[in-house]
């Protein structure tokens, strides 16, 4: 990992600040005085002091929380250059990963971890944690169309479990209408084909909650790390 970054991440400075740093001679790795930010550093073997403190190493576990704004791809990497939500979360370890997974223009609360036996937790369908959405979609829907959507319906992945729907607002104009639903199933854009299988489509989507973790006021396109009540709270579902 690159000498600024091993700084940052173990939450003394930001990455300007730490290169601003480095430059200046606050920095020495193994004892010796480096002035180049982007120094190699093995974590667990190099000894790194940052104005003559020792700086300890990065916690094993990262857990975080992204308000991802519509526009960025939930993966990794991609080959064609697209934009990911990686790059909202690049000031912090490169091992981490997005847990599951959001569409394209879908926005709203998102996790990372670097932790697979919470993801697997997280993911695992048996689990069954509830996912909070609010959708806002075209027209006015009729109950017998909301009742469906409850019961389940079909999409080209199966049938839909049993889902709570509650209409929060009709647009004056009926052009569209706003709606929040909790689901525990994971099928690939579940909610979009949700409605679209009642003649309503989905115009924008956003995740508000994972279990018992909301969104909260986090601005859009910035994360945050969870709290270890968080987690715990998580790790037990
Ligand atoms: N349902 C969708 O349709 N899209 C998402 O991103 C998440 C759930």
């Not at 920095?27 to 120094?39: A, D, F, M, R």
């Not at 695992?124 to 996912?131: F, G």
């Not at 009709?170 to 689901?183: A, G, L, R, Y």
Request: hydrophobic share 35%; glycine share 8%; aromatic share 6%.
């Amino acid at each position: 990992m690159r000498l600024e970054k091993y700084i940052a991440t173990s939450g003394i400075a930001s990455r300007r600040s730490v290169k601003k740093s480095v430059r200046d001679g606050a920095v020495t790795v193994n004892g010796e005085s480096i002035l180049v930010p982007g120094h190699p550093i093995e974590e667990g073997v190099d000894v790194v002091e940052f104005e003559g403190k020792q700086v300890e190493p990065l916690a094993e576990c990262t857990y975080l929380m992204l308000n991802k704004p519509a526009g960025y791809l939930t993966t990794r990497r991609d080959e064609r250059g697209r934009p990911t939500v990686m790059e909202l979360v690049a000031d912090l370890p490169d091992t981490i990963y997005p847990v599951g997974r959001l569409d394209l223009e879908t926005e709203g609360l998102l996790l990372f971890t670097n932790d697979g036996d919470f993801a697997y937790r997280l993911l695992h369908p048996s689990h069954e944690v509830e996912k909070t959405y609010l959708a806002w979609v075209k027209g006015v829907l009729r109950d017998d169309a909301i009742q469906r959507l409850r019961q389940g319906v079909t999409i080209p992945s199966g049938t839909t479990a049993p889902a709570k729907i509650k209409r929060l607002r009709e647009n004056k104009d009926d052009t569209s209408t706003k709606f929040e639903v909790v689901i525990h199933e994971g099928k690939k854009r579940q909610v979009r084909l949700m409605f679209k299988a009642v003649g309503h489509p989905v115009i924008r989507l956003k995740r508000t909650r994972i279990g018992n973790l909301g969104l909260g006021n986090l601005p859009l396109g910035q994360y945050r790390l969870l709290t270890p009540e968080e987690i715990s709270k998580l790790m037990v579902v």
